[in-house]
């Protein structure tokens, strides 16, 4: 756990570097045999893209760097929980573990899709989730 | 329907080259008031990425045709029913009308998240569902 709390800050550096530039505040870091894969962050506004989600990026790019399609052997840290489309992702990709912060009642996977995770896809949830939440509650904020 | 017929052809004709390329044959184009704004077909062996579905792509490429990220005025044409990933994809870029021929019983989202669409997208079934099913089951018979 001590890991994960360490991990899931690079993806709250992620979430930051996100918020700086106008985009929903949202990290990830794919790890595989503790070694970072993977960084990215929500670009959807930059990249006019709505499929751009920092999940989205950190897969394609984990999996480039790996050379493979499946990321077994990895765990996904992303501090928002995953959307469907991202959820979908991630299954597709067999993700070996999943470890998210804040929960996402509005646009969540467990709410629309919660068999949509590969069955042997371990899903830890809460690390670090207030201050996961806390850059979101800040981001819509100032934006109102 | 005689559009959405000729449209599927061009999807179908995406499959066609997915197929030729050793990829599962799925196919799909966005339309724009009576325009191809993109094509694209299923890529996830040759690049790697099992984000590189046909529907991911062609919606990318439209809203970059576009300028802009939602694509409500917009029909999606797909041979094959959506998986969850891509559902969740159409969800987010609010495509007005999704179009698919044959459904997908295994990873489709309608088993998954039958909610998983935004509330506005009118979805029609079953256009040209033989042609897009023979051509899965001719690329699975050969496989085997």
């Not at 929960?103 to 069955?119: F, T």
């Amino acid at each position: 756990m001590a890991d994960d709390s360490f991990y899931m800050k690079q993806a709250l550096a992620e979430a930051a570097r996100a918020a700086e530039r106008g985009e929903v505040p949202v990290g990830a870091v794919v790890v595989c045999r503790d070694r970072i894969l993977a960084r990215a962050h929500n670009l959807t506004e930059t990249l006019h893209d709505v499929t751009a989600h920092a999940e989205m990026q950190a897969l394609t790019a984990a999996a480039n760097s790996l050379g493979a399609k499946y990321l077994t052997d990895c765990t996904l840290y992303v501090t928002v929980e995953p959307c469907v489309m991202c959820a979908g992702a991630i299954a597709w990709s067999q993700v070996g573990r999943l470890v998210f912060g804040a929960e996402d009642e509005k646009r969540g996977y467990q709410r629309y899709a919660p068999q949509a995770l590969h069955p042997k896809t371990v899903v830890v949830k809460g690390v670090l989730a207030d201050e996961c939440a806390g850059l979101m509650k800040d981001f819509f904020r100032k934006r109102r």
